[in-house]
């Protein structure tokens, strides 16, 4: 048993209903077996355990892990490719990178550099697009597991409008995902996801293909590209026949539910905002990578109004980075510069963003905050002494601006220490 003591931030109750930011400054929080037992002003709860070991962490602020759910296994080397939209970043930038997983060896370095990536920054849990090839996801997951984290990913499926290593069949997409679902979904931390790329990237049989292998599998999770682009938008429209929407070339074979997670939808109708409420699906936000492919303004608004579950995505590597504050920043940007079409956002709405919504999303109900009863999933925000965010959390004048300088200026050196189910990993 071991009490951290240390200034602590979250938010259990959702800010975009009436919640607010949680803050403690003298905290104590006791983990046993990974899991938050007791919470409270640290000198009660030391009290309550007088024999626990005491780890003081008040050189830094705790936070709950930030929960990523959109990210790209193969593309953090494809992290910077500025200057073009979307369908011509992909064939310049990200396709070419992921032929490369066709070498296990390749797959294997690459997984490690993400991995490390994606922890550095305080990511905790994430929805992983795996690789187009089987043997590439296996050792996402394989590494996945080596190294702690709560992991959902997927072997990702396409038969038509990619480079022809990046091609399946249906039959193929069902076999080798079904291999890799039966070894790996709920094994310790980490889950399946059956993961279309795209409806442009799929036929209708592809897709059915995906719906059949979450039926034979309970308790899959479906994730995939929606509305990102308008070219890409009319494209998809254009190679379904009778398709009303984007959201219902999805629809149609069932894949829109409580389980799936869309990213993007930079250019939703009400139509589908309405559908994607109804159904509990979520929707991953990216604002670096909609703002790098000039992709388009999330309309955050809209989607609030509609009721659609909303969390972030760093999009790596047409997002700029595994951050998940620089995430919460540029959505704080992109809804100012809305003006009366966004939404005005708080760091505690940030702070929600990158957390607790994402868990809840990805149904992650044991992680996303601080509270007893949930994973001890944890960050140490700790910056250098005389660096500017070292200067300003010593100045900040409330819990609220502290937080707020936090999403302003931290970056992934100033992610002290990580926690994840009570193991500590190398941040």
């Given at each position: 048993?071991?009490?951290y003591?240390s ?8 800010p975009f209903?009436?919640g607010c ?13 990974g ?10 709860v030391?009290?309550?355990h007088p024999?626990?070991e005491i ?6 602020v705790?936070l709950?892990?930030?929960?990523d759910t959109?990210v ?11 200057g073009m939209?979307?369908l ?5 930038c990200a396709?070419?990178e992921e032929?490369?997983?066709?070498d296990?060896e390749?797959?294997r370095v690459?997984?490690?550099?993400f991995?490390?990536g ?5 990511t905790?849990?994430a929805?992983?697009f795996?690789s187009h ?7 996402l997951?394989s ?6 984290a709560?992991?959902t ?17 249906p039959?193929r997409?069902y076999?080798e ?16 996801a059956v993961?279309p ?10 897709l059915?293909?995906g719906?059949?292998l979450?039926?034979?599998?309970p ?8 509305n990102?682009n308008p070219?890409?938008i ?6 379904f026949?009778?398709a ?7 629809h149609?074979?069932g894949?829109v539910?409580e389980?799936?997670?869309?990213a993007?939808?930079?250019h939703?109708?009400?139509t589908?905002?309405a559908?994607?409420a109804s159904?509990g699906?979520?929707v991953?936000?990216c604002?670096t990578?909609n703002?790098a492919l000039a ?7 809209r ?9 972030l995505?760093?999009d790596?590597g047409a997002?700029?980075?595994f951050?998940?504050f ?10 100012q ?7 005005p956002?708080?760091?505690?709405h940030l702070?929600?963003?990158?957390t607790?919504?994402g868990a809840?999303?990805?149904?992650l ?10 994973q001890?999933?944890?960050i140490?925000v700790?910056?250098?002494a005389g660096q ?8 900040a ?6 937080l707020?300088k ?7 050196s ?5 926690w994840i189910?009570?193991d500590e990993?190398?941040?």
């Open positions: 048993m071991i009490i003591r200034r602590v931030l979250d938010t259990p109750d959702d209903t009436g930011l949680r803050s403690d400054d003298d905290a104590g929080i006791v983990v046993q077996d899991v938050i037992v007791d919470r409270g002003d640290f000198r009660a030391a009290g309550r024999a626990a780890h003081d962490l008040r050189d830094g705790l709950p892990g930030m929960v959109h790209h296994y193969p593309q953090v080397r494809a992290i910077g490719g500025l939209p979307l011509d970043w992909l064939q310049k396709l070419p032929c490369e997983l066709a296990p390749y797959a690459v997984a490690r550099e991995l490390t994606l922890t550095s920054a305080g905790t849990s929805l992983v795996g090839f089987a043997d590439a996801v296996d050792i997951f590494e996945s597991d080596r190294v702690g709560r992991v990913a997927g072997l990702v499926t396409s038969d038509r409008n990619l480079p022809e290593p990046l091609l399946s069949t039959e997409s076999d995902g079904r291999k890799l679902a039966e070894r790996w979904h709920g094994h310790r931390r980490l889950r399946y993961t790329r795209f409806s442009y990237s799929t036929t209708p049989e592809m059915a293909s719906a059949a979450m039926q034979d599998v308790g899959l999770w479906f994730t995939s590209h929606i990102e070219a890409e009319a494209a998809v429209i254009d190679q026949p009778g009303r929407t984007y959201l219902d070339t999805y149609r074979h894949l539910h389980r799936s997670v869309l993007h939808n930079a939703p109708t009400d589908e905002l559908l994607l159904t699906a979520a991953a936000h604002p990578s703002s992709s388009g303004s999330f309309p955050l608004r989607h609030l109004a509609h009721g659609v579950r909303v969390a995505g760093s790596v997002g700029s980075g951050s998940l620089k995430e919460g920043l540029q959505a704080y940007f992109m809804q510069l809305l003006m009366s079409d966004g939404v956002l708080t760091a505690a702070l929600h963003l990158a607790r919504a809840l999303a990805l149904g109900d044991e992680v996303g905050d601080l509270s007893v009863g949930r001890f999933d944890a140490l700790r910056p250098s500017p965010l070292d200067v300003c959390l010593r100045r004048e409330s819990a609220d601006n502290a707020a936090i999403f302003s200026l931290a970056t992934p100033d992610v002290a220490r990580v189910g009570g990993i190398a941040a």
